[in-house]
């Protein structure tokens, strides 16, 4: 026997239609160096519907995708809404691949059109011998002299003359909304669409308690590049709830994202983890300006805060770290730690360990971890195994890739190796590929990192394996200096804190570490440049 509900389908125009009649004066604000752009629900209701028409008119029609290479901006979350309320498809592409990879993303996607930040437009043209499927370019600014795209518009000219369309369509809720593609560290990315149904389930999680908890009198300032698996679909919630955005505008730095803080009342921050030490460092470098007393938490993304930057935040400046884990194909969030609700608990060792983890599932999602043959492990705190992860919001495939190996009994199988304690919260490990199997042991390469990172003279610092002829391997770290610190010192540090074959017998000291255009640490890039090949001999410092 059927309920007798109404079938009323998950879209995104159930988000926007409830900001912008709700909320409707609610604002979101844009960061500028000539001054911040304040906007309202209401308005940003208006432009959407605008830029539907407008769209049309260059040609885009339901299925058709549409590629955004563009900051945090007003313009940027009009595109959020507009291209997949009409039935099209938004790409939100990533400026920070390499041009070989960002080609091979538009052409993979098909993108038939183009909104692009003025500044950005010159990385567009680099690869435009490249591209087959593009048509139309809309620039989010004025057209420069010049430009050798056949059909390109002034985005605002286009926009302010079109007519809003009062009616969105209505469709079936299954159909594709967004398009992401993973970082492709170790091949070519590979795109992960996402539906309306996945993302007005991902947006209502991240408004529920125990998750990231967005509600109306959040003030949010979001660092986290749009482009970057929908920024954390905080946009989306934000609308949802209410909350006001804000949005750091094009080429922001860290001496930005603190004045707007300042400038807003902003009461939660969202950023990479690197991001967040910038934001710090620069504080610091600033003599303890500027003011930070509205900043409640930092949601700091992409990998694992540590302890000590975790601790730093409560005791300096009296904000609440927070953290979750999620991947390209999980829309991104599928747990989320809130152990701690007041800054001050962070000082307690034990609740600081608990709010280091990755939290617990979020509402709708459900996980495990498995041995290497399969077996479901338990939730104790000891075993660890492969997490695996299904939710609604969670990918089943990826765009016209097949890959037999990335599922199993229905579930995505993530790579990565975690443990589950008893009251519910995940701790991840490494991945499998990073993990050290020195003697016949396990080594994690992450708890490395993260124990180097709360030394107070490590800048930043990465854990590979390196082949060894009697251990068969054995880890290296590669680690930048803040301060006058050895080799020895570290190998001391780490050793208080693992068991001794833990111990890195290298300690390599260099200028950067390289990392992915998402932040994360690039490991498959760190073995290049230190030429580890299987044939590798040790080395020692």
């Given at each position: 026997?059927?309920?007798?509900?109404?079938?009323?389908?998950?879209?995104?125009?159930?988000?926007?239609?409830r900001a912008?009649?709700?909320?409707?004066?609610?604002?979101?604000?844009?960061?500028?160096?000539?001054?911040?752009?304040?906007?309202?629900?209401?308005?940003l209701g208006d432009r959407v519907r605008r830029l539907v028409t407008a769209l049309r008119e260059v040609g885009i029609g339901p299925g058709d995708r549409v590629l955004s290479l563009a900051w945090n901006s007003r313009r940027h979350l009009e595109a959020y809404f507009a291209v997949p309320c009409m039935g099209a498809v938004l790409h939100t592409g990533n400026h920070r691949l390499s041009p070989e990879q960002l080609a091979y993303t538009i052409n993979h996607a098909g993108d038939r059109a183009v909104l692009v930040a003025p500044d950005l437009l010159g990385l567009l043209e680099s690869v435009r011998d490249r591209l087959h499927t593009v048509e139309a370019v809309l620039v989010l600014g004025e057209v420069p002299a010049g430009c050798g795209w056949e059909n390109v518009y002034a985005y605002d000219d286009l926009v302010g003359r079109s007519v809003p369309a009062r009616e969105l369509p209505e469709f079936p809720e299954t159909?594709?909304?967004?398009?992401?593609?993973?970082?492709?560290?170790?091949?070519d990315p590979k795109g992960v669409l996402y539906s309306h149904r996945s993302t007005v389930l991902h947006a209502l999680a991240l408004c529920a308690a125990g998750s990231a908890a967005i509600g109306p009198d959040e003030r949010i300032l979001l660092a986290t590049p749009m482009s970057h698996v929908n920024a954390w679909g905080v946009p989306y919630a934000a609308?949802?709830?209410?909350?006001?955005?804000?949005?750091?505008?094009?080429?922001?730095?860290?001496?930005?994202?603190?004045?707007?803080?300042?400038?807003?009342?902003?009461?939660?921050?969202?950023?990479?983890?690197?991001?967040?030490?910038?934001m710090r460092r620069a504080w610091e470098a600033a003599g303890g300006v500027p003011d930070l007393t509205a900043l409640q938490?930092?949601?700091?993304?992409?990998?694992?805060?540590?302890a000590a930057e975790i601790e730093w935040w409560a005791r300096t400046v009296d904000v609440r770290v927070v953290n979750g884990w999620g991947m390209t194909e999980t829309s991104p969030m599928a747990t989320f730690s809130s152990?701690?609700?007041?800054?001050?608990?962070?000082?307690?060792?034990?609740?600081?360990?608990?709010q280091a983890r990755q939290g617990r599932p979020l509402p709708l999602v459900e996980m495990r971890i498995v041995a290497a043959d399969g077996t479901e492990l338990p939730w104790d705190g000891q075993s660890s195994g492969e997490l695996e992860v299904t939710a609604p919001w969670v990918?089943?495939?990826?765009?016209?890739?097949?890959?037999?190996?990335?599922?199993r009994d229905g579930r995505l199988r993530t790579g990565d190796v975690a443990v589950f304690h008893p009251d519910g919260t995940m701790q991840v490990k490494d991945r499998t590929k990073d993990l050290v199997k020195s003697g016949g042991?396990?080594?994690?390469?992450?708890?490395?990192?993260?124990?180097?990172?709360?030394?107070?003279?490590?800048?930043?610092?990465?854990?590979?394996?390196?082949?060894?002829p009697t251990w068969v391997e054995r880890p290296v770290a590669c680690v930048v200096a803040a301060g006058n610190v050895t080799g020895d010192d570290l190998r001391f540090h780490l050793a208080e804190r693992f068991p001794r074959f833990w111990v890195p017998d290298t300690v390599l000291f260099v200028d950067t570490i390289p990392r992915t255009s998402v932040g994360k640490l690039d490991k498959k890039r760190v073995r290049a440049e230190l030429g580890i090949t299987d044939d590798t001999a040790p080395v020692t410092s």
């Amino acid at each position: 026997m059927d309920g007798l509900m109404m079938d009323r389908q998950l879209l995104l125009s159930r988000l926007l239609w409830r900001a912008e009649r709700v909320f409707a004066d609610r604002a979101v604000i844009t960061g500028a160096p000539t001054g911040d752009e304040r906007f309202t629900y209401a308005r940003l209701g208006d432009r959407v519907r605008r830029l539907v028409t407008a769209l049309r008119e260059v040609g885009i029609g339901p299925g058709d995708r549409v590629l955004s290479l563009a900051w945090n901006s007003r313009r940027h979350l009009e595109a959020y809404f507009a291209v997949p309320c009409m039935g099209a498809v938004l790409h939100t592409g990533n400026h920070r691949l390499s041009p070989e990879q960002l080609a091979y993303t538009i052409n993979h996607a098909g993108d038939r059109a183009v909104l692009v930040a003025p500044d950005l437009l010159g990385l567009l043209e680099s690869v435009r011998d490249r591209l087959h499927t593009v048509e139309a370019v809309l620039v989010l600014g004025e057209v420069p002299a010049g430009c050798g795209w056949e059909n390109v518009y002034a985005y605002d000219d286009l926009v302010g003359r079109s007519v809003p369309a009062r009616e969105l369509p209505e469709f079936p809720e299954t159909t594709a909304a967004a398009l992401c593609y993973t970082s492709g560290t170790t091949g070519d990315p590979k795109g992960v669409l996402y539906s309306h149904r996945s993302t007005v389930l991902h947006a209502l999680a991240l408004c529920a308690a125990g998750s990231a908890a967005i509600g109306p009198d959040e003030r949010i300032l979001l660092a986290t590049p749009m482009s970057h698996v929908n920024a954390w679909g905080v946009p989306y919630a934000a609308a949802l709830a209410g909350a006001t955005l804000i949005l750091p505008g094009t080429h922001p730095r860290p001496e930005d994202l603190l004045r707007l803080i300042q400038d807003h009342g902003a009461s939660t921050a969202v950023a990479a983890v690197t991001v967040g030490t910038m934001m710090r460092r620069a504080w610091e470098a600033a003599g303890g300006v500027p003011d930070l007393t509205a900043l409640q938490r930092l949601w700091l993304g992409g990998s694992a805060p540590s302890a000590a930057e975790i601790e730093w935040w409560a005791r300096t400046v009296d904000v609440r770290v927070v953290n979750g884990w999620g991947m390209t194909e999980t829309s991104p969030m599928a747990t989320f730690s809130s152990a701690a609700t007041r800054p001050d608990e962070l000082l307690d060792p034990g609740v600081l360990d608990v709010q280091a983890r990755q939290g617990r599932p979020l509402p709708l999602v459900e996980m495990r971890i498995v041995a290497a043959d399969g077996t479901e492990l338990p939730w104790d705190g000891q075993s660890s195994g492969e997490l695996e992860v299904t939710a609604p919001w969670v990918a089943s495939a990826y765009l016209d890739r097949p890959d037999p190996d990335s599922h199993r009994d229905g579930r995505l199988r993530t790579g990565d190796v975690a443990v589950f304690h008893p009251d519910g919260t995940m701790q991840v490990k490494d991945r499998t590929k990073d993990l050290v199997k020195s003697g016949g042991e396990w080594i994690s390469s992450v708890e490395l990192e993260n124990a180097l990172l709360g030394h107070p003279d490590v800048e930043d610092a990465v854990v590979v394996a390196v082949p060894d002829p009697t251990w068969v391997e054995r880890p290296v770290a590669c680690v930048v200096a803040a301060g006058n610190v050895t080799g020895d010192d570290l190998r001391f540090h780490l050793a208080e804190r693992f068991p001794r074959f833990w111990v890195p017998d290298t300690v390599l000291f260099v200028d950067t570490i390289p990392r992915t255009s998402v932040g994360k640490l690039d490991k498959k890039r760190v073995r290049a440049e230190l030429g580890i090949t299987d044939d590798t001999a040790p080395v020692t410092s």
